[in-house]
């Protein structure tokens, strides 16, 4: 009962956190015409809470005590405007509880597990046991793959040392948070177009499908997820509402913030983080004075990920040299094809075995044949491209055994970038509700 009661605790604490800095209701008073819903500011105060903690992991400060000053800002803030929160409730009544039951039966279902996958066990705890004891990045020096990025482990440490009964993986129940605001963000933008029974079933079936405990177990792939679904669910709604932001740098803090997360998160977040970039500063609507001061602060962001890992790790880390000889021998066309076809046929596996895939190229090709969807959105489909490619190439570059190497890591890899194309099958949906209105 005890251990059931915590978890609770925990799901609260972070409902209540992460209403921090940017209250809704407060908010929307001052800038109404900027249109958020509150799924919203919850994804943005998610955004801010997780890039002031990355800033915080570099000193060695009682993670307690940070937790006591979210709450208490977080509450202060609540209690002035409960009765806007008591409305919103009884307003999102039936949608609250779905999210509550679900929230709450994942969390049980991981204290149930409990265990630990291969990559939580080998890398990431090990990181978060750092943290959990009061170190700082410093301390990482001496920690296998310590040129690891390191941001979801310190997270993870953050709400370990925030329980009362201090179990590790209660720290884990924040990726299902984020993974639950993700689906559920989805209907919050399109609410005015689905009633709840649409609402209810679609949150349903996109968890299920997209929910992998596996992927609990340690892993680092659901703030990654959570990273590529926030970057496209802005851009396309900063893009579709122009006019309300043309004249403030909003976009730009809020992408910045994402890259950086993105970067901190895994290894190849780093060049995630520059194929985002080079998106938005391409495919965004926006004044080039305004893509001037993103382009200068994305140098900024990637040169202090670059001096931080000198400055610590004395080099730029990764798993595989990025130039090696395993380029040379691609060379040969028959070791080239060869290695073409295996990764392709591992793609076709993986997304099979994560069906929302299949939703998302169904969504792709139809929005594509019958709507004009791609035309005003125009980023999905060179932003898909230029995704395939990078994967390609991970694996084209790797000396590691491709058969060996792709049924372990391929998989994570494309369910991580799903989280770019998750809003497709939804679209697809509306465009095709209302055609059978009409």
């Known amino acids: ?7 609770w605790f925990m799901i609260i604490s972070l409902l209540i956190i992460f209403n921090f800095p940017i209250n809704f209701f407060i908010f929307e008073k001052k800038f109404n015409e900027l249109n958020l819903t509150y799924s919203d500011s919850l994804l943005i105060n998610t955004i801010l809470i997780s890039n002031f903690l990355f800033v915080t992991s570099f000193f060695s400060l009682n993670l307690n005590y940070l937790f006591n000053i979210l709450i208490f800002c977080s509450i202060v803030l609540i209690f002035k405007n409960f009765k806007d ?4 409730f009884k307003k999102k009544f039936i949608i609250s509880v779905v999210f509550l039951i679900i929230f709450y039966s994942m969390s049980v279902q991981i204290a149930h597990n409990g265990y630990l996958e291969w990559d939580g066990m080998a890398h990431w705890i090990i990181k978060a046991k750092v943290f959990f004891a009061g170190g700082s990045y410093e301390d990482l020096k001496n920690v296998p793959f310590n040129y690891y990025p390191h941001l979801g482990s310190y997270i993870w440490a953050f709400f370990w040392d925030n329980n009362f009964m201090k179990y590790e993986y209660l720290g884990r129940i924040f990726f299902i948070f984020i993974f639950l605001l993700t689906t559920f963000s989805i209907i919050s933008r399109f609410s005015q177009k689905l009633n709840v029974i649409e609402q209810i079933i679609i949150v349903t079936i996109v968890t299920y499908i997209l929910k992998n405990f596996y992927l609990f177990g340690g892993y680092q792939e659901y703030l990654v997820f959570f990273s590529f679904f926030c970057f496209s669910y802005f851009l396309l709604y900063f893009n579709q509402n122009y006019t309300l932001y043309k004249r403030n740098i909003f976009p730009e803090i809020i992408t910045i913030f994402i890259v950086n997360m993105m970067v901190w998160s895994k290894q190849e977040g780093f060049f995630y983080g520059i194929i985002l970039s080079i998106i938005f500063l391409v495919y965004s609507k926006r004044k080039l004075i305004f893509k001037s001061a993103y382009f200068f602060l994305f140098l900024l962001i990637i040169s202090l990920f670059v001096y931080i890992k000198i400055y610590y790790f004395d080099a730029l880390k990764f798993n595989d040299q990025i130039i090696n000889n395993e380029i040379t021998k691609n060379f ?15 793609f076709i596996i993986t997304f099979f075995k994560y069906p929302y895939w299949i939703l998302i190229i169904y969504s792709f090709i139809l929005l594509k044949k019958n709507t004009d969807y791609f035309q005003k959105n125009t980023f999905f489909i060179p932003s898909f491209l230029i995704m395939i490619c990078f994967v390609f190439a991970i694996f084209l570059q790797t000396p590691i055994d491709l ?36």
Request: hydrophobic share 55%; aromatic share 14%.
């Open 1 to 7: 009962m005890t251990e059931l009661l915590n978890i």
């Open 403 to 438: 058969n060996f190497l792709l049924p372990v890591t391929l998989n994570r890899i494309v369910f991580a970038i799903s989280g770019l194309y998750l809003i497709l099958p939804i679209e697809y949906y509306l465009s095709l509700k209302q055609k059978l209105v009409i």
């Open 332 to 346: 040969d066309i028959v070791y080239l094809s060869n290695k073409i076809f295996l990764i392709s046929k591992y």
């Open 85 to 88: 929160y008591l409305s919103l």
